[in-house]
């Protein structure tokens, strides 16, 4: 998979292009790349592309993350110019017999690409890698899926399911990588660790020994920051097929998937699409399937529905064939629509329709939603590190959207200079699949070239298709969006741009067509009053101006924006005097977690007083402001072993993606007649999390925490609300559980380094003793039973005993530390709670004196340790959860005092 790694998720531009961003700094991961032997004689092997699109050259360090010690390589690439490493373990390092995750860090946005493959006498066999920026790993907490895992129990047939995780950062993370069935069944788990950063990759065969035909897998990240996929390998052909973990759907669903076949290839080879499609919610869905043949426009598709069970997946073989009846010799997109969430793989391969040649070759498929297709608005989009050559051939797909698609491409050599452009047209859902020297007659294509896809109007999705001559095997790679800056203020006319937030959060997409004459449009963020209200709120001005095609909003959301709900309750609404009115109508992307919405002027709203769904309208005021549809309040919370939290569901209207059709509803906290809350606590790992108790009402629940900490932690609280039958709406909070037994140690300690005549150290502690936090109070006291003094020989300082005759120095010290009472507080705010604890003890510390002879005769001398702490102290210990460390010093006499915590777990 190719991503465009520049700032922000989406790239826009204004009037004039937009250049490169000046200042950036980012780090890539890219998990599965390697150089190493498989089962049944298979050698695996990566490549790496890299593309700088801005007009800087860039400093690069190529890391690899794995075993094997390999140093970080630094490398410039110039302005415009592409490098490819193929085998790059070889090429950089000369390591073989590893597998890990390369790791980019560039001080301008790159363009970047990877591959890894089974070389072969025959040719290559290989995947293209999935690339995260360092905004979109998984992080604690966290959780992805993928729905296409199959495990033949024979390993002879079929295929088998490799699980392979990165943890990039520098203190490694864990996860746990849970296999369910396609009825939703846990088959079994995989626990994955790193104490420092690396990569680890697990056959599912050890969970699912009987083998797994249809099947789903989740990753949950509890420790640190992840990334991951599931690959699949044709155990007789050593084809593999990767699909990345990633966030499952939300909200309604429009989407296309390109490259779909039902046809005869060349040397007697047959291409079939299959699809795999798996339903989240609790409710039976309807997918619409809509078949765009190849041609110039298909402006009345052929179409189907398919029902999906609740929770469950279904395999369709052969989708073309088994759901839209067509016949052979078909091939083009396939658009998918559901109005609720729906997660959708397919995998297009060559297999023989007779079943005599086993095995097969093939390609995984996303699809991509139809909101996201390249227009106008966008600075453009590239496919970089083109083959056509002897080995390799390559063809550009392009599927236009609803409006059709004009688009002016671009070809470039590596070193990123022009060598030549052309135009090209597709009617409304029109599909093409042209090799790239179709597209240029009579040009030699350079090696490693670049292609840039400007849309002139309408909207087009891209991607590439790369095929090895000698084994015919396919790489489908998504296009890229050039990275980009965008202004919040610019002046767009009839060939369409954008403009962004000074804070990145929201773009103003006006496609070409839009307007008829140049206006100067301005984003700005301001306070946000919406029901509900997630971060800023934004001023577009001048208000009012009118679109003739819909403009788009995109809100690039972040973790800190889903607290307390989820991707698919986000909406984006417009005010309107004091009210506040949802924008109906949006696609919400939980992957480049991205929500777009269509507009139809710079003050979005109901068209007129008594009509569509509002009775009444206030005064425009150009403002749009991000809000949750449904948020569970606290959003996060700590809580004690057997302890239990009261939590509340704000519900306030539905999300910007709960309906396909454009419009606008009254948000207000007030609960509407029909509405239903689901509660459920996340099961993945078992039961041991707790209970949930929802009033009769549905909008409060009481969690108690279980008797003990559980394996899998924080714990995760859902809500599912809807009105009567209308869409649904998700929200979350996070519960950390936390132990109500605790030990704590006293430590005191004084040190000093020639301060005075001479060095000395000496150090007490009183632990095991203990405490019971209930009802957010710490009770039970129990007094520790360990004491440990620890002395170093105090030593003379340099020079201060010459000729002196004296002894060294001995430490007296009468009596223990001892810990006498401990009270306070517990603040379960947020997932890293308070101890606000008052502790008092006795420190012995007050009449140590060391004692050593001088002279001659010798006199015995005593001095006492300089001391600041009185006999008997009390003092208030504020700890984090995070640290179970508190501690403070008194410098001019070189006295501390620590206390430690430490969680007394369950037997």
Known sequence: MTVAAGAGVETASSAARPSATAAFEETWTIPGAGRTAGLNNTQFVSDLALTNLGGSAANVTISFVGPGGLPAKPITLAAGATTVYRNILDTLWSANGLVGAISVQSDQPLVLRARTYNTAATGTFGVALPVYASDHLLTEGQTADSIWVQQDPTGSSGFRTNVGVVFPDAAG??????????????????????????????SIASVAPSGLLLGRVQISVTRGHAAGYAVGVDNVTGDTSLYPLEALPAGVQDVVVSGVARLNGRNNTFFRTDARFY????????????????????????SATLNLPAGRIVEVVDVLGSILNLPV????????????????????????????????????????????????????????????????????????????????????????ASIATTTGALGAFGWAQPSIADLFPGTAIPADATLLVEVTSGTVDVYDASLDNSSGDLVVTPIAPVPATFPSSASIGPAGGSIRSADGRLTLKVPAGALTAPATLSIAPIANTAPNAIGSAYALSPVGVAFARPAQLLLAYSNADLAGTAAGALGLASQEGSSWFAILGGSVDPVTRTLRVPVTSTAPGPASAGQGRIPQRAAQSGTVGPYGSAIVFPTERSVVEDGSVQLALNYVGPSSSASSTPGYVGLSYT???????????????GSGEGTISP???????????????????????QVSARVGNGPVSFSTARIQIIQKRWYFAVTYRVEHTCQYLYSYYFEQSHTFNEFLIHDDQVFNFARGQGHTNTEFPAAWCPGVIDGENCTQPQLSLSGDLEVLFVSGTFDGRGLDPLFDLNVTADFPGTDAAYTFQCGNPPQQIREPVPHALPRQATRETPIRYSSKTWSFSIPHTGETVTVTLTPRTCP
């Open 695 to 717: 009033t009769p009402l549905g909008t409060l629940a009481e969690y108690r925490a279980p008797s003990c900490v559980p394996l899998f932690n924080p714990v995760t609280v």
């Open 173 to 202: 993370g864990d996860a746990v990588v849970t296999f369910y069935d396609a009825g939703g069944t846990v088959v079994g788990t995989l626990n994955y660790s790193a104490a420092s950063a690396g990569f680890q990759q697990q």
């Open 279 to 302: 339903n989240p919610t609790s409710s039976d869905v309807t997918v619409t399937v809509r078949f765009h043949a190849g041609g110039a426009a298909n402006p009345t598709p052929q």
């Open 671 to 685: 609960a509407p007649a029909g509405l239903t809350a689901v509660w459920q606590i996340n099961s993945t790992f």
């Open 329 to 416: 010799g078909s091939g083009g997109a396939v658009r998918f629509t559901a109005d609720q969430p729906v997660a959708i793989l397919c995998r297009t391969s060559n297999v023989d329709p007779q079943g005599i040649q086993p095995g097969t070759f093939g390609a995984q498929q996303k699809p991509v939603s139809l909101a996201s297709y390249l227009s106008s608005a966008d600075a453009g989009a590239v496919v970089t590190a083109i083959r056509q050559d002897a080995s390799f051939r390559t063809n550009i797909g392009f599927a236009a959207g609803v409006d059709g698609a004009a688009y002016r491409l671009t070809l470039k050599n590596a070193q990123g």
